[in-house]
T-cell receptor, first 114, second 114 residues
C-alpha cells in the first residue's frame, strides 16, 4: 500500500533562516505530489503541486519543492522564513490510476523564532 | 472564482445524538467532492468521496454516512455519535478531469462529542 512519510514532527527555525521540510513516499506508480499548509483551526491551503515536467516547482509564499524520483522525495524549501510561516505543513501523494485519492503525511509543525 | 463553504464551524454534541455537517461549493460544476477527518496529531483520513449526485464511495467502515443531494452539496451524517467521532472534518473539491486532480479544501468543522 502507498504511504507518505514526513519524518519531522516538529521543526523550529529562526526568522530569516532557510527551511527544508522532508517528504518521502512509497508508491509503485508515477506519483503526483502536493504540499499544503494549515494554520491553527483552518482548512488546508495549497502551496504547490507537481504533476510532470520540471522537477523543481515554485509555489505561493516563496516556497519551492523538488521532486527526486531516485530518492522518492518531494522536499519543501524556502530560502528565508517569515514569522507568518509558522503553521503545519502536509505532504500529499496521488498516482495515476489511484482514482484521484490522495494519501497524506502526518504533517510537520513549523515554529518560527523571532 | 470557486469557493467552498462548511458549516457549522464548531459543534459540540452529546454521545448518541445525530450529526449533519454541510459542505457547498460555488463557482464550478460537476466537481468531485471529498470528506476527510483529521484527528489530533495525525494526518488526514479520507472518509468519503463523490463523483456525482447520489454517487458516494466510502473509504473506511465507520459510524458516519455521506450524501450528495445536489451537484455542489455534500453532507456528512451520523444517526448516533460516538466519542471517537470527535475531530476536525474537512470537505474538499476538485475539478473532474479523471487524472491528476488538485483538491481544494474548505475551512473545516471542529466536532467535539462529549
Amino acid at each position: 500500500a502507498q504511504s507518505v512519510t514526513q519524518p519531522d514532527i516538529h521543526i523550529t527555525v529562526s526568522e530569516g533562516a532557510s527551511l527544508e521540510l522532508r517528504c518521502n513516499y512509497s508508491y509503485g506508480a508515477t506519483p503526483y505530489l502536493f504540499w499544503y499548509v494549515q494554520s491553527p483551526g483552518q482548512g488546508l491551503q495549497l502551496l504547490l503541486k507537481y504533476f510532470s515536467g520540471d522537477t523543481l516547482v515554485q509555489g505561493i509564499k516563496g516556497f519551492e519543492a523538488e521532486f527526486k524520483r531516485s530518492q522518492s522525495s518531494f522536499n519543501l524549501r524556502k530560502p528565508s522564513v517569515h514569522w507568518s510561516d509558522a503553521a503545519e505543513y502536509f505532504c500529499a501523494v496521488g498516482f495515476t490510476g489511484g482514482g484521484n485519492k490522495l494519501t497524506f503525511g502526518t504533517g510537520t509543525q513549523l515554529k518560527v523564532e523571532l | 472564482s470557486q469557493t467552498i463553504h462548511q458549516w457549522p464551524a464548531t459543534l459540540v454534541q452529546p454521545v448518541g445524538s445525530p450529526l449533519s455537517l454541510e459542505c457547498t461549493v460555488e463557482g464550478t460544476s460537476n466537481p468531485n467532492l471529498y470528506w476527510y477527518r483529521q484527528a489530533a496529531g495525525r494526518g488526514l483520513q479520507l472518509l468519503f468521496y463523490s463523483v456525482g449526485i447520489g454517487q458516494i464511495s466510502s473509504e473506511v467502515p465507520q459510524n458516519l454516512s455521506a450524501s450528495r443531494p445536489q451537484d455542489r452539496q455534500f453532507i456528512l451524517s451520523s444517526k448516533k455519535l460516538l466519542l471517537s467521532d470527535s475531530g476536525f472534518y474537512l470537505c474538499a473539491w476538485s475539478v473532474r478531469r479523471g487524472i491528476q486532480e488538485t483538491q481544494y479544501f474548505g475551512p473545516g468543522t471542529r466536532l467535539l462529542v462529549l
